[in-house]
C-alpha cells in the first residue's frame, strides 16, 4: 500500500539558507510524487511534482526535488530560503486516483 | 471560473444539525475531489467524482456522509447530523481527464470550508 512520511513536523532555517524537507514514500507500483505548498490562510498550491521523466524535477519559487527510486525520497529543496517561503509543505503520492498525502512540515524562517 | 472556489468559508453548527458544503471546480474540468484535513495532520481522501458519478467513495467516513455531482460542475457534500469529530477543513479539488486508473494531473484546491461542530 501506498504511504507517505514526512521527517520532522517543523523545520526551521535561518533567511538565506538551505531548505531541505524530507519525505519518503512506499508505493508497489511506481509512483507519481507531488509536493504541495499551503501559506496560512490560504489554499493549497502545487510547487512542482514527479511523473517519471526526468528524475530532478523544478518548481516554482526557486524550490526543486529529486526522485531517488533506490532511497524511496523526494526530498524538496531551495538554496536560499527567503520569509515569503514560511509555509506548510506536503508531499503526495498518487494511488490511482487518490493523492495519498504526508502530515506536512512547517517551515519557519529565521530572520 | 479562474479556479476552484467553496462555500461558505467558515460554518459553525450544532451537533446534530445538517450542513451542505458546495465546491465549483475549475470550468473543464471533469474530474473532482474532496478532502478532509484535521488540526495537524495530513488531509485525507474522501470522495472522487468522474462526471456526475462517484466510482471511489470509499474515504467517506460513515453514512452520514453523502456527496453528489449535478451538470458534471458543482458539487455538495452533506454531513447529517454532525458531531463534533467532524469539526475540520474540508477541501475540494478538481483536475483534468485523468488517464485510467492512474491520475498525473495536477489537483488544483480551492481554499476550503472551515467547519466547527459545537
Known amino acids: 500500500a501506498q504511504s507517505v512520511t514526512q521527517l520532522g513536523s517543523h523545520v526551521s532555517v535561518s533567511e538565506g539558507a538551505l531548505v531541505l524537507l524530507r519525505c519518503n514514500y512506499s508505493?508497489?507500483?511506481?509512483?507519481?510524487l507531488f509536493w504541495y505548498v499551503q501559506y496560512p490562510n490560504q489554499g493549497l498550491q502545487l510547487l512542482l511534482k514527479?511523473?517519471?521523466?526526468a528524475t530532478l524535477v523544478k518548481g516554482i519559487n526557486g524550490f526543486e526535488a529529486e526522485f531517488k527510486k533506490s532511497e524511496t525520497s523526494f526530498h524538496l529543496t531551495k538554496p536560499s530560503a527567503h520569509m515569503r517561503d514560511a509555509a506548510e509543505y506536503f508531499c503526495?503520492?498518487?494511488?490511482?486516483?487518490?493523492?495519498?498525502w504526508g502530515a506536512g512540515t512547517k517551515l519557519i524562517i529565521k530572520p | 471560473g479562474a479556479g476552484v472556489s467553496q462555500s461558505p468559508s467558515n460554518k459553525v453548527t450544532e451537533k446534530g444539525k445538517d450542513v451542505e458544503l458546495r465546491c465549483d471546480p475549475i470550468?473543464?474540468?471533469?474530474?473532482l475531489y474532496w478532502y478532509r484535513q484535521s488540526l495537524g495532520q495530513g488531509l485525507e481522501f474522501l470522495i472522487y467524482?468522474?462526471?456526475?458519478?462517484?466510482?471511489?467513495k470509499s474515504g467517506l467516513p460513515s453514512d452520514r456522509f453523502s456527496a453528489e455531482r449535478t451538470g458534471g460542475s458543482v458539487s455538495t457534500l452533506t454531513i447529517q447530523r454532525t458531531q463534533q469529530e467532524d469539526s475540520a477543513v474540508y477541501l475540494c479539488?478538481?483536475?483534468?481527464?485523468?488517464?485510467?486508473?492512474?491520475?498525473?494531473?495536477?489537483?488544483?484546491f480551492g481554499p476550503g470550508t472551515r467547519l466547527t461542530v459545537l
Open positions: 508505493s508497489s507500483v511506481p509512483p507519481y
Open positions: 514527479y511523473t517519471s521523466a
Open positions: 503526495a503520492v498518487t494511488l490511482g486516483h487518490q493523492l495519498i
Open positions: 470550468s473543464g474540468h471533469t474530474a
Open positions: 467524482f468522474q462526471g456526475n458519478s462517484a466510482p471511489d
Open positions: 479539488a478538481s483536475s483534468l481527464v485523468g488517464l485510467a486508473g492512474v491520475h498525473t494531473d495536477t489537483q488544483y
